[in-house]
Structures are given as structure tokens and as C-alpha cells.
């Protein structure tokens, strides 16, 4: 199958997807025992306060005209509703959010990939050596350590004890906001001084975020490189006097890079979702630390709005991932069967 | 390979450093005051919660306010003075004709009808403090800087009332081009924004979702400038962080700080805990229903509260004894007899029980009591997540049991608590009450008033009592200082005696300072006045 065509008919199998979360979201929400409008209107407003809450946002509807409604002004407005906690569009609450914890994952991600890989290679080619078993127990502390303990104790360190970082927060300088990403928007305003101070509050938490990706990319990368090294086809490479770092490059890690390449998929949608006690840390203002607000308070807008953005985004993370295998790896054509 | 590692720590140590010098910025005149969580509205007319209050009454300007410390005596804020007349039921405002919104446009008797006509008609959570005394024909302009409200009833908490930040007056024409007034239904941008609306010593200039709060200082304010020029206020949900920052200098302020954290600051050089009391008290609701249903039952778990245990190991000593529905401190409070309050005795909770018929199940002290094949006992909610909530309980639950009472603990999501209790899923939940103004009519009214279906609506408590509705109604309306007094004071009495909830405690707020603030007040009324502090 071709590409294009391939791209195209999984773009339209995220439609019949979405709206199966949605529906799904929609039940869960009907089914638990929670009065959401007396939660939002807060304990001391009176009934007829609450009634009229209730009826802004359909909440005594039928299941089945709460999610026609719903998706009537999502096809037709875009409209996700408003979040009765904070009061704003809840397009509005992700368009101010997402962003955020995008940046961070994003940094997180590459920091990951950057660290995980190289680390993974060299543990394979230093088999059983002094490399070897450094990566290996950086690995292990990766994929064991507590999230939130190495936010405290990184925060403790280069924060309180040393001074070096900020203890939280995105940025301090004001910079007029075009996209959200502030490492981008700095430079789109051409102030480099907000950039350095972004960068400079971006490290604690995409470094903390990505100690446990990393750590699972090491052990990913060292097992694959093991692996491809051994096959006949390398053997021949080194056998035919190829230099070593094309050998490695070309041949072997070009290769050992599809399992790690699955798993990055994953991680990034893991790195996405994974944010909510790192956010509240370090007071970064994204998504995890908002859905987990919306929950408590059943802000149903707000939770089925969080909801649909982050499926979509782990369905295109599964998509590009695909690709992806087509690109690195031509024998693996997409939809059809590997040569 | 080596040479390439140093290479390579070599650079990033340069990027690093090169971005801490892009970073730096410099603080000048600026404070910081720290929010645990982000306030929820900047409308006066939807807000409800304390760090929206905090927001609201630092940007927008009341009729009237509170003098400093002191919860008992009104100051002129945008009336200059005022009069009540008619029984108590007709205010009449003389405006300061030097006011000004943040747009420059003059505060005037029609934004202050507008204001108030606003709240009604939007009608969203904090209207009822304004609709339980007024409609959209109370509020009259008599001339542009004279207004008259003609209440609904005489009521003697109606000043109180207007020192409330939903009382707060806003600009007509800011709202007018953002959305204006639409009935029952929040104004999005108010929310959000001030842009112009208020006329208080600060600004809105900025506000960041989950980031921060930036106000700037307003220079042509009518009263007293505010002594620094922006305050900051960074949203950290995350306690230990608040702590770190505090002790790095990097926060100068923080209010309503945890009691449980207060041994990570103490010894700290730089930071000052001061603990004032305030008027929020903490109860447990008794649902009055089953077993509860009984006067001597309520009595007799009233007197097997571990009072002082709780406050010494779970207010950590910062509270103190609460022993009825209206603070200490207030008017109207009375400092009750010792034969008039309830202390641990479970000698006499025993003595009670007996003669109300409910039996030991065999040996005296072993197991629970029962009364016609009803066992002795209750079912307590308590949020998950309040550490304090949970611990209190558990020593309630010991000490009950030493009189046969089997209590028995649900922990709930906090949503969900308020809705189970209401519908009488459950017998009663670990709660308390914020004082919405400084008035004891706003506790009894909401905590022990059934005839306006208040005790059940709010708390899910079946207790009824005509004497206690009726006083409540009277001390409403009541203008005599002396005779108001001494129905509060029959309230107080009554209220032990029918023991529909046991007052647990008074808290004392935390409050936080570098000790390079100075000018700061406190008033267990208002939020934290910013315009008054300044650094050294």
C-alpha cells in the first residue's frame, strides 16, 4: 500500500476512534454518583443556584442528548464547552495548557533520546566494561526511581542548596504568548533574555521527566545493539574492512533503532500523561495538573475536553511511528507485509 | 573518547551558564505573595472562594470596609459616610466624588445600582448574600453621587454584607463592552480580566492560568497610594516547594499556610509565624437522625470529644476551643460557663446514655450500646486527602467507643461528600464554616436554621427546632445592639442544649513573612490588604 494512502485511511479512523472515547467518557461521567453542579456551585449556594448550573450544562439531559449537544458544537463551533471551575473555555483552559506540557515533554523527550541512546550504544560496543555496567546502573536508578522523590530532591539540590535553578514555574519575564511554546515565542519576540530564562526553568523538570524514559531507552538500545551485532550481516561488514563508525552507524543501529523506535512512540504519549505530580512540583501550568483539578471537582467539560486532546494526540503518536518504520526501514512497507 | 566527554561537559557547562546570564532579570519594588491554588473567578459577582477574595478586594473598592484590625468597626471605603434608617431596613450612601475606576471614569450611584443589580441578576453562587435582603428595585439613585438601598427587611448584618467582595463595585461600561449582563450565567471575560472594571489601590495586570497573578500598583487611587509597586503572585500547588521558596527569600508572603508544615519553617532566620485567630470554626455534623435523633445521645457524644487532645496534636496548637456557632471574637459570642459548655467527660456521657435506656450489648465498657434492637452509632464522612480531618476522626472514633458508641469512618471524594450527605446517604461529615461577613447571623442562619431549610440543605442535618428558627428571625431584624446581644446569647445557650453538632475548634490562620516585609494587618474578615506592605 501506498504511503498517502495509508496516512489517509488511518486519519479517517481516528474519527470512528474519538467518538468512541467520547461516548465512553460520557458514560462514566452519567454513571458516577457525584453532583457535579453542587461541587462547582460550591457548599453554600442554595437550590435553585445549582438547578439553574444543572441546567446550563445539561446535566439532567438524557445520556444520548448530552453527547449529541456536546458534539454539535465541537463538529460545528469547535466549542468544548466551559469549565465550570474555572470559568473560561475549556478550549481556552488547553490552548493555554497543552502547550505547556507539550514543551516540557517534548524537552523531556529529545533529553531522553539524546542521553538514552548514545548511552545504549555504548553500553553494547563496551560489553562488560567500566561503560557497560555505568549505563547499566544509570538505567536501573531510571527505571526505578520515584518521579516525584527525584523532583524533590534534584529540586533541594540545585535550587535551595546550590542556587543554580529556579524552584518552579515556566518563565518570569512577560513575553507576549504567539504560540504557547515559550522556548519558541521568546524567540519569536526576539528577546533573549526570556529565552534563557525559559531554557533555564525548562532543565529541573525535563530532566527529572526524562530520567525514567531514559533509563528504559538504555536498556531498550543495549539489548537491540546486542542483538544486531551478532547477525551476519555486521559480521560481513567488518569482515569486508568497512570503517568502524560506519559499521556501528549504517549497519547496526540502523537496524537495532526499530525496537527503541516503537517504544519511543509510547514513551512520548507516557511523557504526556505522566506529568501530574511533577507539575504540581514545579508548578508547571499543563495539562496534568488541570485534569487533575477537573476530576476532583467532575468539571465533566473540562475532563471530556482533556480526554479528547490526549487521545488524539497518542493516536498520531502511533501513526507517525508507523511511518516512521516505512522511512528507516524500507522493507517494512505500511499496511502490507515486510519483504 | 575521554577528550570528546570533557569536550562535551565542557560546552554544556558554557550553554548553561551563558543561559542563566541570558536568564537573570532584575526584581525592583516588587513583592511576592504566594497562592497555594489558583483563585477561581476575578468577578466579584461569581467569585466564592478565599484567593479569589484575596484578588477582588485588592482591584475593586467596597462601599464600606473594616477599620485595620478590627472586625467590629466599619471605614468608609467608596461612601464617605452613611445612614440606616427605618427600622434598620433603608441604607442611604454619600459617595466620595474623587473615586475613579482604572479607565479614569468616576464612581458614581449608577455603577453602584448597576453593580448590585448585576449580582442579582446573574445570580451565580456568593448573589444570595445580596438577594436575601434586596431585589433589582432595592437599589435607588438619588443623585449621582447619592444612593439609597431599600431593603427587603430589616436586617442588621446589611453593612456587614456590603463589605463582602461580591458587594464590590464595578465599572458599567468595561463590563457593558465585555459581554455585559446576561441572567444566570457567568460573564467569561470577568472572569478572567479586569481591564478597567475596578477602582481599587491595584491593578490586574496580569493573569497567567496555573502560572501567576501579576497586580500593579494604581497611582491616580483615591485613598492612600499602595508602598509597592507590583505584587506577584506565583501559583504553587506544591507545599515543599512553597517552603523551599520561602526560605530562599525567593516568596515574602504567604497566608493561610498548612498547619502540618509549620515545623519545616520554624528556627528559619529570615521568616516570621504569626498564628491569629480567625472566625473559621470546624464541626461535625450529627445528622440528627437514627440514634442521633435522641437530645441525650448528641449530649452525651458531645461530652466524649477529646477536645484538648485534638488541639494540641492535631491543630499542632493552632486553634482553639470552639464552643458554639458564633466565633470568639464576634459580636454576639459569649464566653459560656462551665456548666454550659461541653468538655471530654465521659463519666457524664456514660451517666447520659444510661438514662436515656441505650445498653450495654453485655459487659459495661465492652462492645457498643443498643436500644430496641438499634445499635448505638453513626456513619462520618471525611474527604480524602485531609490529613487533620482523618486524624481528628480516628481519635473521636477511640474515645466514642469507651461509651459504646460505634462510629464509623467513610473516607469520600470531596465532590461527592456534600451530595451524599444532603440525600441522607450518610449520617454526618467532618466540616466547618468560613465567615462570609462579620455578622453572627451568617453563622446561625446557615448552620442552624431549619425553617429556611438551611441545617438540611447545607448539611444534610435533620434537626429541627421552632425556638431556635424563631430566634435566629428575630436577632435578624433585631437593631438594638443589647437586645440583638442577648438573643445571640439565648442562640448560644440552645444550641448547646440541643447539641446538633459538636464544635470541635477555632482555627488560627498561619501566616508567613520575610521579615524584610513590613505594614502588614491582619483582619479575620478580609483578605490580605496589599496596598500596605512594602520591603525594607
Request: hydrophobic letters at 45%.
Amino acid at each position: 500500500m501506498k504511503l498517502s494512502t495509508y496516512i489517509l485511511r488511518r486519519a479517517a479512523m481516528l474519527v470512528p476512534v474519538l467518538l468512541g472515547v467520547l461516548v465512553l467518557i460520557f458514560v462514566i461521567a452519567y454513571v458516577i454518583p457525584a453532583d457535579p453542579a453542587r461541587a462547582w456551585a460550591g457548599p453554600r449556594a442554595r437550590a435553585e443556584q445549582v438547578e439553574a448550573l444543572r441546567e446550563r450544562y445539561h446535566l439532567d439531559d438524557p445520556l444520548h442528548i448530552q453527547i449529541y449537544t456536546y458534539l454539535k458544537n465541537v463538529i460545528l463551533h469547535f466549542d468544548l464547552g466551559v469549565s465550570p471551575t474555572t470559568g473560561r473555555p475549556v478550549r481556552d483552559d488547553l490552548k493555554a495548557f497543552f502547550p505547556a506540557t507539550f514543551e516540557l515533554a517534548l524537552c523531556a523527550f529529545l533529553l531522553a533520546i539524546a542521553l538514552g541512546i548514545p548511552l545504549g550504544v555504548i553500553s553494547a560496543l563496551r560489553r562488560n566494561r567500566a561503560a557497560d555496567h555505568f549505563s547499566r546502573v544509570v538505567a536501573l536508578t531510571g527505571v526505578s526511581t520515584p518521579l516525584f522523590w527525584l523532583a524533590l530532591v534534584l529540586q533541594f539540590l540545585f535550587y535551595f542548596k546550590l542556587g543554580w535553578l529556579p524552584a518552579m514555574g515556566r518563565s518570569t519575564i512577560e513575553i507576549t504568548r504567539y504560540t504557547g511554546f515559550m522556548l519558541i515565542d521568546s524567540v519569536l519576540n526576539w528577546n533573549w533574555s526570556a529565552f534563557g530564562d525559559a531554557a533555564i526553568h525548562m532543565i529541573l523538570p525535563a530532566a527529572t521527566l526524562a530520567f525514567y524514559s531514559m533509563g528504559y531507552l538504555v536498556r531498550i538500545t543495549r539489548g537491540s545493539m546486542l542483538e544486531v551485532l551478532e547477525a551476519e550481516y555486521v559480521v560481513t561488514a567488518k569482515a569486508k574492512g568497512l570503517p568502524r563508525r560506519v559499521v556501528i552507524y549504517r549497519h547496526a543501529l540502523k537496524n537495532a533503532i526499530i525496537p527503541p523506535l516503537t517504544v519511543l512512540g509510547v514513551e512520548f504519549g507516557w511523557l504526556l500523561g505522566g506529568t501530574v505530580l511533577l507539575e504540581a512540583i514545579f508548578a508547571w501550568p499543563g495539562m496534568g495538573r488541570y485534569a487533575a483539578g477537573s476530576i476532583v471537582m467532575v468539571d465533566l467539560p473540562a475532563v471530556v475536553g482533556y480526554t479528547l486532546i490526549v487521545a488524539l494526540i497518542m493516536l498520531l503518536c502511533n501513526l507517525v511511528v508507523d511511518i516512521m518504520y516505512s522511512v528507516i526501514d524500507p522493507r517494512i512497507r505500511v499496511g502490507g507485509k515486510r519483504r | 573518547m575521554k577528550k570528546h566527554v570533557l569536550w562535551w561537559v565542557l560546552g554544556l557547562a558554557l550553554v548553561l551558564t551563558s543561559l542563566m546570564a541570558m536568564g537573570a532579570a532584575a526584581a525592583d519594588g516588587k513583592l511576592v505573595y504566594l497562592f497555594y491554588g489558583e483563585p477561581g473567578e476575578a468577578d466579584p459577582a461569581t467569585a466564592y472562594d478565599m484567593r479569589s477574595s484575596t484578588l477582588i478586594n485588592n482591584v475593586y473598592d467596597r462601599l464600606l470596609t473594616y477599620v485595620g484590625t478590627d472586625a467590629t468597626k466599619f471605614a468608609p471605603m467608596l461612601a464617605e459616610s452613611w445612614e440606616v434608617s427605618d427600622g434598620g431596613s433603608v441604607l442611604t450612601f454619600h459617595l466620595r466624588r474623587d473615586a475613579k475606576f482604572h479607565d479614569g471614569s468616576p464612581v458614581t450611584a449608577e455603577a453602584v445600582r448597576y453593580s448590585f443589580n448585576r449580582v442579582l441578576t446573574m445570580n451565580q453562587p456568593p448573589a444570595w448574600m445580596l438577594s436575601q435582603m434586596m431585589t433589582l428595585a432595592s437599589t435607588v439613585v438619588v443623585d449621582t453621587y447619592t444612593v439609597r438601598i431599600n431593603l427587603t427587611m430589616p436586617y442588621a448584618a446589611a453593612l456587614g454584607v456590603l463589605t463582602h467582595s461580591v458587594a464590590s463595585i464595578v465599572n458599567p461600561a468595561v463590563v457593558e463592552a465585555n459581554g455585559g449582563i446576561v441572567a444566570n450565567q457567568e460573564n467569561t471575560w470577568m472572569n478572567q480580566n479586569e481591564g478597567g472594571a475596578g477602582s481599587g489601590p491595584y491593578k490586574l495586570a496580569a493573569w497567567i492560568p496555573a502560572e501567576r497573578l501579576t497586580f500593579e500598583r494604581y497611582d491616580s487611587y483615591w485613598g492612600t497610594k499602595a508602598l509597592t509597586k507590583t505584587i506577584e503572585c506565583p501559583i504553587v500547588p506544591e507545599v515543599g516547594t512553597r517552603v523551599l521558596m520561602l526560605l530562599a527569600g525567593d516568596a515574602d508572603v504567604h497566608d493561610q499556610f498548612p498547619e502540618t508544615n509549620v515545623a519545616d519553617l520554624e528556627g528559619a532566620a529570615n521568616l516570621t509565624i504569626s498564628t491569629p485567630a480567625t472566625f473559621n470554626l470546624d464541626f461535625i455534623t450529627l445528622g440528627c437522625r437514627g440514634s442521633m435523633a435522641e437530645r441525650e445521645v448528641r449530649q452525651a457524644v458531645s461530652y466524649a470529644f477529646p477536645y484538648d487532645m485534638v488541639l494540641e496534636f492535631v491543630y499542632n496548637g493552632l486553634a482553639v476551643r470552639s464552643t458554639g456557632p458564633i466565633p470568639a471574637g464576634m459580636f454576639g459570642y459569649v464566653d459560656p460557663v462551665a456548666a454550659r459548655r461541653y468538655s471530654y467527660n465521659i463519666i457524664k456521657a456514660n451517666q447520659l446514655l444510661d438514662a436515656a435506656g441505650w445498653a450495654w450489648s453485655g459487659q459495661a465498657g465492652v462492645g457498643y450500646r443498643s436500644k430496641g434492637g438499634v445499635e448505638l452509632g453513626m456513619e462520618i464522612l471525611t474527604p480524602i486527602g485531609e490529613e487533620v480531618k482523618m486524624q481528628e476522626v480516628l481519635l473521636y472514633q477511640d474515645s466514642l467507643r469507651q461509651i459504646g458508641f460505634n462510629l464509623k469512618i467513610r473516607e469520600i471524594v470531596y465532590a461527592m461528600m456534600y451530595r451524599t450527605v444532603r440525600n441522607h446517604d450518610t449520617d454526618g461529615i467532618m466540616t466547618g464554616w468560613l465567615p462570609d461577613y462579620a455578622d453572627p447571623d451568617n453563622y446561625v442562619d446557615g448552620i442552624l436554621n431549619s425553617a429556611n431549610g438551611n441545617v438540611d440543605g447545607i448539611w444534610g442535618n435533620s434537626y429541627s427546632n421552632p425556638v431556635m428558627d424563631s430566634l435566629i428571625l428575630q436577632a435578624k431584624s433585631e437593631t438594638d445592639v443589647a437586645k440583638r446581644a442577648a438573643l445571640y446569647a439565648q442562640i448560644q445557650d440552645l444550641s448547646f442544649e440541643d447539641a446538633p453538632f459538636v464544635y470541635t475548634a477555632q482555627r488560627s490562620n498561619v501566616i508567613i513573612l520575610n521579615n524584610a516585609v513590613k505594614g502588614f494587618y491582619y483582619n479575620p474578615i478580609l483578605p490580605i490588604d496589599f496596598s500596605t506592605l512594602y520591603k525594607d
